[in-house]
């Protein structure tokens, strides 16, 4: 059951200065801030939530999202600048990060105007590069080796990219931990006992990467969209023309919520704006194969490749 703090929380996380009742350990602390960029409330949403009709839990207002977990919390996220968070007794206080952390943090991103990818997000050779694939694809797997080969992670699970005064895209370091489910850390030889689940009777852990986080914000280059197939090789190849629109918006986060919020119009020129600065990958691998140290061989060859044409470019 969940206790009401003395103290409010401070840290830093997707760009944005955050103060939260609610205990956030997995962000990077920050000093008390004048005004947060976003404030989490604890409150009680009760009478809130049964004033308004509803769909599958969710409710959409100008401006306001409404959305319920059953046996976890009801969460309301306003402006782009409030979430307000209503547990349930005996919640699993993992459980309700979870869903802060995630969804509520991705719908403020959308509310500001910073397109949420799903994904992970890591620095190669000074530039950030996004992993998206559906649930399942070997993302934070991928991630995982990438580190290990001394690569440094900006963000697991949603990817904050805005755009600088020169329409480059820019991703904003979210918080130093990735989600690893069981089958990868046997991959890895690693312990699960080692990490904590990231809610109770789940096999997926957090597994914290703090000497391997990168605190800058940095420029994206490009995105791997990683799928599957049967049996076979690893294949990597560019997406080209309309096929990378429908791939960024495949893979923006919680994507269903950008028409009821009236953000399709915007969404589309985002993504225009990105392309123009990032290109686009896809890499297909069997599906019941642990290929992420070949599929990190390719991705490094195609970097160097794309390394050395902008080089080239540079003395034309």
Sequence with gaps: MYNQPKENYYAFAFGLQIESEWPLPELIHAEEAKKADVTIKVSDLTNEWERHEKECNLVITKGIVMFKIDHTATYLVKGGHTIVVSPEVMADERKVRLFLLGTCMG??????NILPLHGSAILING????????SGAGKSTLASALIKQGYRLLSDDVIAVSLDEDNVPIVSPAYPQQKLWQKSLDYFGEKSDRYSSIFAKETKYAVPVHEYFHTEPQSLA????LTL???GKVRLSEVESLDRFRLLGEHTYRQYLLEPLGLLEWHFTMISRLLRNARVFRIERPENEF???IIMKEMERMI???????SEKRFV
């Design 107 to 112: 719908i403020i991103l959308m509310q500001r």
């Design 291 to 293: 290929t992420a140290p």
């Design 222 to 225: 490009g995105v791997f969209e």
């Design 304 to 310: 160097v490749k794309e390394d050395c044409y902008e």
């Design 127 to 134: 530039q950030v590069y996004a992993i998206v694939g559906d």
């Design 229 to 231: 197939k049967k049996n």
